[in-house]
């Protein structure tokens, strides 16, 4: 019989998931959401960053950026600039008062992460993070290399004859989680919060 509380698939998922409750929980504290927490980051991050490219990092779609962009503008946090290149283009930048707001994310991931590491000693936390970012390393190359073979003249996608641009996969109009089209940033990381 499989014992579904120790497969590896279904503990990342619930920990990611828990993860992400408790950080949702700890934004709206402040007033926030956990997305506008994973905006503030990458903009301080990479100064500059257009609204096309974060939603790109973020996996969102452009609207959903472009709405969340309009809700920290008008809380004095960030700054939409126009690109002096391309008029189209809007730049995004952190004003003063997102620092505050930083600093205090900072602090609740570090109680975050010294709530999930209780009890776990560093080297088991050490193997836990390297074999996290081999998979992690493992599913981006994958992902890249499916999209390649995808975009492959004769590989059925949207360069073949009769091809329509839209994977199999994607015909019955669902969104998978974590999908370009997904309304909202899963992640809690660093990187994502």
């Given amino acids: 019989m499989h014992e579904f509380h120790r497969d590896l698939l279904f503990l990342l998922h619930d920990v990611a998931r828990l993860l992400r409750v408790e950080a949702d929980k700890r934004a709206r504290v402040n007033g926030m959401t956990r997305a506008q927490w994973a905006i503030l980051i990458?903009?301080?991050?990479?100064?500059?960053?257009?609204?096309?490219?974060?939603?790109?990092?973020?996996?969102?779609?452009?609207i959903t950026?472009?709405?969340?962009?309009?809700?920290?503008?008008g809380r004095g946090m960030v700054e939409r600039r126009p690109d002096p290149r391309d008029r189209r283009i809007w730049r995004l930048h952190l004003l003063p008062?997102?620092?505050?707001?930083?600093?205090e994310i900072d602090e609740q991931r570090t109680d975050m992460t010294r709530i999930v590491t209780s009890g776990i000693s560093e080297e088991s936390i050490e193997t836990m993070t390297e074999a996290l970012l081999r998979m992690k390393a493992t599913l981006t190359h994958e992902s890249h290399a499916a999209r390649r073979g995808a975009d492959a003249p004769g590989s059925g996608g949207a360069d073949a004859?009769?091809?329509?641009?839209?994977?199999?996969?994607?015909?019955?109009?669902?969104?998978a989680p974590g999908s370009r089209r997904a309304?909202?940033?899963?992640?809690v990381t660093r990187e994502a919060v």
């Fill in 65 to 73: 950026v472009a709405r969340l962009i309009d809700r920290l503008e």
């Fill in 42 to 62: 990458w903009l301080e991050r990479q100064p500059g960053i257009s609204q096309k490219e974060l939603s790109e990092i973020l996996e969102v779609e452009p």
């Fill in 161 to 175: 004859p009769g091809g329509s641009g839209v994977e199999a996969s994607g015909s019955s109009g669902a969104v």
């Fill in 183 to 187: 309304e909202a940033p899963d992640a």
């Fill in 97 to 103: 008062p997102a620092h505050d707001v930083l600093q």
